[in-house]
C-alpha cells in the first residue's frame, strides 16, 4: 500500500491549525475520532510529517489492549522512541527517567503521581516546540487517561500541541473513556476531529492508488468497504492474491493469514497474544522455531504485509488484525501461549495479565500484588489499586497467599485503599478501610479519608479509635494529630489546644516528624483563629523548618507559613517563605499541584502588592485565560489584578471567557470584584455597583471577605451620586470587622483593616463629607505595604485636603499618588490623577509630559525614533494592539492627527529628553 492520503484534507487542516498555533505559543489538543481502519492513525502519521517539518520534536506512544495493567505506558512508549535530545531532556527528570530503559523507581515521597505530570509539562516546556501523540486512547490506562485531561487544562501559552486517537465504535456506555472525552471536549484547548466513512469517489480513487484494478473489481471493492480505507486495502489485497471475497472484516483478515505457511501461522499466532508489539526474541523463543525456520516465517509475514518491523521487534500493520487473529485461536492453544510469555516475561504488570490469561492464579496472584508495588512507585495509584484489588479478588483461591505475596491479607487490602484514596476514589478507600480490622492505622487513614468527604461525626469518631487503639508512640502521635485536625471546625474545636500539644510531645520523642509537622499546623490554625497570630506565626515557621519526607505535608506548612506572614503584612518575609516553598514545588516537579499553584498565586500578591507590577504581570502570565473548569476560572481571574490596575486590553477578553463561571462564588468573588473596578475606571457606576451585589449576595455575614467589594460598592454609590443602598453596605463592612466564628470575633490583618477604614472613608463621601481625618487613616492603614491601595487612598486624601482649603498638602499627597501609579504604569489611576490635577490646577500637570502617563511617553519615544508598532511591541514586551491604543492616546492628548506631527509635538514639550 502506497499510504497516500485521500479524502481528508478538511480534517487535516484542522490539525494543522492546531499544530499551527502551537508553534505561535496557542497550544492545543486535538481528538481524533472515528470507527476501527478509518484512517485515523494515517491522517495522525500525516500531521506528524508536517510537524517534524516545521522543526517540531515529536513524541509518539501507543496504548495497549491490557486495561489498566501497564501504567503510562504510551508516555513510556514515546519517551523510549524520542529522538536522542529528548530523551536526554527527559532524563534530567528524575520522575520521567524512571520510565526510561533501564532506570529504577525512586522511593516514593507522596504526591508521586503530581510530580510525574508536572515532571513531564516541564520536560514539554524544554523542547518545545512538540507535538505529542497518544494512539488508541479507547485502550489507555486510568493513569494515562488523567495525564490527558492534565496536559488539556495546563498547556496554555506553551508551544505544545497534542493529539490523540480513538476508536469511536468501542467507546459504549460505560466505557471509562466516554467521561473523559466528554469533559476535554468542553474546554477551550480542545479541537474534536470526527472521522467518518469516505464517499464513494473518495474510496474509489483511494483504491486506484494502490495500484492497477479492473473497473468490475474496482466497484465491488468500492460497495463491500463500506467507506473503510482499512476494509478497502485488505479487499484489494485479497483480490491482488486471488482469493475469493469472504463475507465480514474478520473473514477477510482470517483469509489473509490462511494463506501463510504453517510456521508463518505459528508464529503471527503467538504475536497476537503478546498484543500490538513484541520483541524479536521473545517472540521467537515463544513460537518454538529454530532461528532458521523462524526468521523464514516472519520474512513471509512482513512481506504480506502482516506484520511491520519496528525497533527489536514486530507490531500489526493494524490493530484489527491482532484482534482477529487472537479471537481465532482455540481456549487450549491461547491458554499455553499465554503461559509460555509468561515463563519469559519479567514485567509484573505483563507477568499478571499472561498468568492470569492462562489460569496460573498463584503467579497472578504474586505478579499482581508485585505489580501494585510498581504501579505505586511510579505515581499510577488508580493502577496500583487495581493490581491489588487483582491480588485480594485471588486470594482466597490461592494457597500460601502471604508467603506468594509478602504480606498479609490486611495490609494489602490497606494499600489498596489508600491507592483508591490517591487516585481520587475516597468513597471506595473508605468502603475498604471499613472491612478491615480497627487497627490504629486503619482508623486514622479512615478518619483522615472521612474528613475530606466531609463526615465530620464518622471522622471524629475514626479518629478516637485510632487514638484508643495506638499501639506504638508513632502512631499514637499520627492519630491525636488527625483526631484534632477533625475537631477543628467542630463544637470541641477547645480540645484542639490540648491534643496538638499531647501530640507534639509524643512526636518529638518517638522522631515521627510528619505527625510533629501535622500537628504544629492544626495548632497554627486554631491559635490563629483565637487572635493568637504571633504565635501562630511562631508555630508555622518550626512546621517549616525542616523537612518531613512527605512533599504533601512539607508543601503544606510552606504554604501557611507564607500566608500568614502576608495577611500580617510582613512582605519581606511572607516573599522569603513563599519563594522557599515554590522552590521546593519546582525542585520536585509539583509546579502544578496544588499547593505549588497556591504558593504562586501568592507570590504574585505579593508582588502586587509590594509593587512589583512587572513581575506581578509576568507570573499572571501563567494564569490561563483560554478556561474550562471553575478551579481554571478562579486561577485565571487573579490576573485581573494586574490587567484592571494597569487598564490592559486583554480584560474584556479575559472577563468574556469567566462569565460562563459565574455561578461558582468564589470565581465570582474574585473576577466580578475586579470587572466592578473596571467598569468604575470606564466611567460606569452602575455597572460596577451590580456587581458588587452579585458578589455580596452569596456571602456570609460577618465574612471579612465583604469590606472589599463593599469598599467598592460605596465608590460606586459616590459616583452614581445617590446614597441609597450605602448604609447596607457600611453596616455590612462593620459586621465584618466586628464580628469572626460563631460567637466570637475573628481576627483581622492589616489589609482587612484597611479596607474597613476606607469603607467608612467611601461612606461619608457618598454623603458628601470628605473627611481629611478618615483619609489619612486610610493611607495610614495601606501604608503596611500596600504600595497601589496607598497611592489610591492618597488620591481621595488629595481631593479631601483641596476641599478643606490646603492646596499646598493637597498637591504633595497628589504628587506621591502619581509618581506610584506612573512607576506601576497603572493607567487608570494616572488617567484620574491627571484629569483631577488638571481641574484643581496643580503645577505640572499640563507641562513637561503633555498629560501622558508614563508608558505613553515610553511609546511616544520610541514613535519619535520612527519605529512601527510592531516594533515597539517587540521592543517593550506588549502586544502590538496595546501599542495602537496608547498611540491613539498620545494623538488625542497632544492634539495632532499623525505620528510625524505627535514625535514634532514631542520635541516642542521637551518629552523626548
Known amino acids: 500500500m502506497n499510504g497516500l492520503l485521500v479524502g481528508r484534507s478538511a480534517e487535516l487542516a484542522k490539525l494543522v491549525r492546531v499544530l499551527g498555533s502551537a508553534a505561535e505559543g496557542m497550544a492545543g489538543v486535538a ?11 494515517r491522517l495522525v502519521t500525516e500531521l506528524v510529517s508536517q510537524a517534524r517539518e516545521q522543526g517540531f520534536n515529536v513524541l509518539v506512544g501507543q496504548c495497549a489492549e491490557l486495561g489498566d495493567a501497564l501504567p503510562y505506558l504510551p508516555l513510556a512508549d514515546a519517551l523510549r522512541g524520542a529522538e536522542p535530545a529528548v530523551r536526554e531532556a527527559a532524563a534530567a527528570h528524575p520522575m520521567l527517567g524512571q520510565l526510561l530503559p533501564g532506570r529504577e523507581s525512586a522511593p516514593s515521597t507522596g504526591l508521586t503521581q503530581q510530580r510525574l505530570f508536572g515532571s513531564l509539562l516541564g520536560l514539554l516546556a524544554d523542547v518545545q516546540p512538540v507535538l505529542f501523540v497518544i494512539e488508541d486512547l479507547h485502550w489507555a490506562d486510568r493513569s494515562t487517561r488523567d495525564l490527558l485531561v492534565f496536559l488539556s487544562r495546563m498547556v496554555q501559552n506553551e508551544r505544545v500541541c497534542v493529539a490523540g486517537t480513538y476508536r469511536t465504535d468501542d467507546i459504549h456506555r460505560r466505557h471509562p473513556l466516554r467521561s473523559v472525552l466528554a469533559e476535554l471536549k468542553r474546554l477551550p484547548t480542545v479541537t474534536n476531529v470526527d472521522l467518518g466513512p469516505l464517499g464513494s469517489g473518495e474510496i474509489s480513487d483511494y483504491v486506484t492508488t494502490m495500484g492497477e484494478v479492473g473497473a468490475h473489481d474496482l466497484r465491488l471493492i468500492v460497495s463491500r468497504a463500506d467507506g473503510n480505507p482499512f476494509y478497502a486495502e485488505e479487499l484489494f489485497a485479497a483480490m491482488a492474491e486471488g482469493d475469493s471475497l469472504p463475507d465480514g472484516l474478520a473473514s477477510l483478515l482470517m483469509s489473509r493469514v490462511e494463506v501463510l505457511s504453517e510456521a508463518g501461522q505459528r508464529v503471527l499466532r503467538a504475536a497476537a497474544v503478546a498484543g500490538r508489539r513484541v520483541e524479536d526474541d521473545l517472540l521467537r523463543e515463544v513460537s518454538g522455531l529454530p532461528l532458521a525456520e523462524f526468521e523464514e516465517a516472519v520474512r513471509e509475514i512482513v512481506s504480506r504485509g502482516l506484520l511491520k518491523i519496528k525497533g527489536n521487534g514486530y507490531t500489526f500493520r493494524h490493530a484489527l488484525l491482532q484482534e482477529a487473529v487472537y479471537t481465532d485461536l482455540l481456549p487450549g492453544e491461547r491458554t499455553r501461549l499465554h503461559g509460555a510469555f509468561a515463563r519469559l516475561l519479567t514485567s509484573p504488570a505483563e507477568l499478571a495479565h499472561h498468568h492470569l490469561a492462562g489460569h496460573d492464579l498463584a503467579g497472578a496472584l504474586a505478579a499482581s500484588a508485585e505489580a501494585g508495588r ?11 489499586h487495581s493490581h491489588y484489588d487483582q491480588a485480594l479478588s485471588l486470594w482466597e483461591r490461592v494457597p500460601d497467599a502471604a508467603e506468594l ?73 499520627r492519630a491525636l494529630a488527625t483526631y484534632a485536625r477533625t475537631l477543628l471546625w467542630s463544637p470541641r474545636h477547645r480540645e484542639v489546644e490540648g491534643l496538638t500539644t499531647r501530640a507534639l510531645e509524643i512526636a518529638r520523642a518517638a522522631g515521627a516528624r510528619d505527625a510533629e509537622v501535622g500537628a504544629l499546623v492544626t495548632l497554627a490554625t486554631y491559635v490563629e483563629l483565637q487572635g493568637d497570630v504571633a504565635r501562630a506565626r511562631e508555630l508555622l515557621e518550626a ?63 505579593i508582588h502586587y502588592v509590594a509593587g512589583e507590577w512587572d513581575q ?16 481554571e476560572a478562579i486561577l485565571s481571574s487573579f490576573a485581573l489584578f494586574i490587567e484592571v490596575g494597569r487598564g490592559l486590553p486583554a480584560v474584556e477578553s479575559r472577563l468574556s471567557r469567566l462569565r460562563p463561571f459565574w455561578s461558582d462564588d468564589l ?16 466611567g460606569d457606576p452602575a455597572a460596577a455597583l451590580e456587581h458588587v451585589h452579585a458578589v455580596l449576595a452569596p456571602m456570609e455575614q460577618g465574612h471579612s471577605g465583604i469590606l472589599r467589594p463593599a469598599a467598592i460598592g460605596l465608590w460606586a454609590l459616590a459616583e452614581l451620586g445617590t446614597t441609597e443602598g450605602a448604609d447596607e453596605l457600611r453596616a455590612l463592612a462593620r459586621l465584618a470587622v466586628d464580628s469572626g466564628p460563631p460567637g466570637e470575633r475573628g481576627y483581622l490583618g492589616p489589609e482587612g483593616l484597611a479596607w474597613a477604614a476606607r469603607a467608612e472613608a467611601e461612606w461619608h463621601r457618598v454623603h458628601g463629607r470628605l473627611s481629611v481625618e478618615l483619609w489619612r487613616e486610610v493611607v495610614s492603614a495601606f501604608d503596611f505595604g500596600f504600595v497601589y491601595e496607598a497611592a489610591r487612598a492618597r488620591w481621595r486624601l488629595a481631593e479631601a485636603l483641596l476641599a478643606a482649603g490646603d492646596r499646598e498638602a493637597a498637591q504633595a499627597e497628589w504628587d506621591l499618588a502619581r509618581e506610584v501609579a506612573g512607576k506601576l504604569r497603572a493607567a487608570p489611576l494616572e488617567a484620574a490623577l491627571l484629569e483631577f490635577g488638571r481641574r484643581a490646577r496643580f503645577g505640572g500637570v499640563c507641562a513637561g509630559d503633555g498629560g501622558l502617563t508614563g508608558r505613553e511617553v515610553e511609546v511616544l519615544r520610541l514613535v519619535a525614533e520612527g519605529l512601527t508598532n510592531r516594533e515597539i511591541a517587540e521592543r517593550l514586551f506588549i502586544a502590538q494592539k496595546t501599542v495602537s491604543v496608547h498611540v491613539s492616546n498620545i494623538l488625542g492628548k497632544l492634539e495632532v492627527s499623525t505620528r510625524t506631527q505627535a514625535a514634532a509635538a514631542a520635541r516642542r514639550q521637551g518629552l523626548l529628553t
Open 616 to 631: 506581578a504581570e509576568a507570573v499572571a502570565a501563567g494564569f490561563g485565560a483560554r478556561v474550562g473548569t471553575v478551579p
Open 405 to 477: 505475596t509478602g504480606e498479609s491479607r490486611s495490609e494489602l487490602a490497606f494499600r489498596s485503599a489508600v491507592m483508591a484514596a490517591d487516585s481520587g476514589d475516597n468513597h471506595r478507600a473508605i468502603i475498604q478501610l471499613r472491612a478491615l480490622p480497627p487497627t490504629s492505622e486503619v482508623s486514622e487513614r479512615l478518619a483522615y479519608y472521612l474528613y475530606e468527604t466531609d463526615d465530620q461525626p464518622n471522622a471524629i469518631a475514626a479518629a478516637e479509635r485510632a487514638v484508643e487503639s495506638a499501639d506504638d508512640q508513632a502512631a499514637l502521635a
Open 31 to 41: 481528538l481524533v475520532g472515528g470507527d476501527a481502519g478509518i484512517g485515523k492513525s
Open 543 to 605: 512546621a517549616s523548618a525542616e523537612s518531613t519526607g512527605d512533599l504533601a505535608m512539607d508543601l503544606r506548612a510552606r504554604f501557611q507559613n507564607a500566608r500568614i506572614h502576608y495577611e500580617q503584612g510582613l512582605m519581606d518575609q511572607a516573599a522569603e517563605a513563599t519563594d522557599d516553598g515554590i522552590r521546593m514545588a519546582f525542585d520536585t516537579g509539583l509546579k502544578w499541584s496544588t499547593y505549588g499553584t497556591d504558593l504562586r498565586f501568592l507570590r504574585f500578591l
Open 667 to 682: 470565581a465570582a468573588y474574585m473576577s466580578r470584584g475586579l470587572a466592578a473596578e473596571h467598569a468604575l475606571w470606564n
Open 374 to 384: 510498581e504501579a505505586e512507585r511510579l505515581g499510577a495509584p488508580a493502577e496500583a
